[in-house]
């Protein structure tokens, strides 16, 4: 979630580039215009007037036109797309970036004074849960954490102590080791979700037994502050209220969020669902 309002802009910067479907245009170039609007806070700059407090603004501009020209799309919007992840990457100051790309000489049958294309994506908070009761569950766990931290997309990632707790739902099973872990995203959720899932099949999870066994299970709890449905994701998760395996550890990372729906703190959920009697649904702590 971008915290900033302040930006730095670029104005019709043109890079040289040969993005294009024709093989004309994979062949000649042609020139583009680049311009972009970066959001990073720039008050402790404001105060202190050092330069290291703020972006090299030198720096930003001269890798905006290398890795905008460095490969070769088909289309402006995937262009796009890849220059703006590989920015908000490699600066982490940067908390979310639009960039408009103009494409004045395109190849049109009706030819408009200019043609171009704007995407923003910006750097979201997530919590997720994550559980497993078969083979060996920290295994799994572990496992499943270093595959989720291994594309550009997510960075930042804090993890809850690991708990052992009662299965949830009607069918008899093993105890789970549950947790939750913190990270930031700029996949949006539908991107995330499925992600998740090629994680979990990795794993060969079967669906096919609501809150049956699982060797990894891992479901969004928060993304941001948004209110989402889907066919595929709700989002706050939809039972996470009722769920001490979720709330004991999210409470290490974020005791203080408040629910977007309830209003109410993760704190405050703990606690009354404490008072329902349910701190028996965590039997320890797992040590190690």
Not at 15 to 29: I, Q, R, T
Not at 53 to 77: H, R
Request: with cysteine.
């Amino acid at each position: 979630m971008r915290r900033t309002s302040d930006f730095i802009k670029v104005t019709n910067m043109k890079v040289f580039a040969y993005h294009g479907v024709l093989e004309e245009e994979k062949k000649n170039g042609q020139d583009f215009y680049l311009n972009a609007k970066v959001y990073v806070d720039m008050r402790k700059a404001g105060l202190t007037d050092e330069l290291e407090d703020t972006i090299n603004y030198d720096k930003v501009c001269i890798f905006l036109a290398e890795v905008f020209a460095e490969k070769v799309f088909d289309t402006i919007e995937a262009a796009a797309e890849y220059t703006v992840q590989e920015i908000i990457v490699n600066f982490p100051t940067i908390e979310a970036m639009e960039l408009e790309v103009r494409k004045p000489h395109a190849p049109l049958t009706y030819v408009p004074e200019d043609i171009s294309v704007t995407i923003y994506r910006e750097w979201h908070t997530v919590y997720l849960s994550f559980g497993s009761n078969m083979g060996n569950p920290t295994g799994h766990i572990n496992e499943a954490i270093t595959m989720l931290k291994d594309p550009y997309a997510i960075r930042n990632v804090k993890i809850s102590e690991l708990f052992v707790t009662k299965p949830y739902g009607p069918v008899e099973q093993n105890d789970f080791v549950n947790g939750c872990l913190e990270m930031e995203t700029y996949m949006d959720p539908e991107e995330l979700v499925t992600y998740i899932h090629e994680i979990e099949d990795y794993f060969e999870r079967d669906r096919s037994v609501r809150w049956g066994p699982r060797p990894i299970d891992m479901d969004i709890v928060f993304f941001d502050d948004y209110i989402y449905n889907s066919k595929t994701l709700t989002i706050p998760h939809a039972d996470m209220e009722n769920r001490m395996f979720v709330l004991e550890p999210l409470s290490q990372l974020c005791p203080g969020r408040r629910h977007p729906v309830w209003g109410k703190t993760v704190a405050q959920l703990k606690k009354e669902l404490l008072a329902c009697g349910r701190e028996e649904d965590i039997l320890r702590k797992l040590e190690g």
